[in-house]
């Protein structure tokens, strides 16, 4: 989120995606692009302006060529990392299935809430000595 009082100072970046969040919510304003892999389709009533009106074209072949070898690029990589992920995910799920039987999970979380509640005591007994 963008702090419209202090504008230099980023706190959250927020994905658009399918649900609009506002980047501006003072304004009600987002500066999104639509550019691979990330296209945005607009929603009823969002208000698009088209910057690329403002842009000369490029019109130097060699600067053309340079542009397109580097999307080409991208987009390779792009794929790479998405097979990578799914190759990931794969082989978790290879992992998954030879542990997770054996998991006894009433046991995990009655430690989780034994942990949790010695964590709340250190904290009030912190909070009441600094109180």
């Avoid at 969040?21 to 304004?27: E, S, Y």
């Avoid at 999307?71 to 990578?84: G, I, L, Q, W």
Wanted: charged residues 30%.
């Amino acid at each position: 989120m963008v702090d419209p009082k202090n504008p230099g100072a980023v706190d959250e970046i927020v994905h658009l995606g399918y649900h609009w969040n506002p980047v501006i919510p003072g304004l009600k304003l987002a500066v999104v692009t639509s550019v691979e892999p990330h296209y945005y389709k607009p929603q009823h009533g969002d208000v698009v302006i088209d910057t690329m009106t403002c842009v000369r074209p490029v019109s130097d072949p060699d600067l053309q060529a340079e542009r397109d070898t580097a999307r080409e690029m991208y987009r390779r990589c792009m794929e790479e990392a998405v097979d990578f992920i799914h190759r990931a995910k794969k082989v978790h799920d290879e992992m998954e299935a030879c542990y997770i039987p054996n998991m006894n999970f009433q046991d995990i979380e009655a430690r989780r809430q034994k942990v949790l509640a010695r964590i709340l005591e250190l904290a009030e007994e912190v909070n009441g000595q600094q109180g």
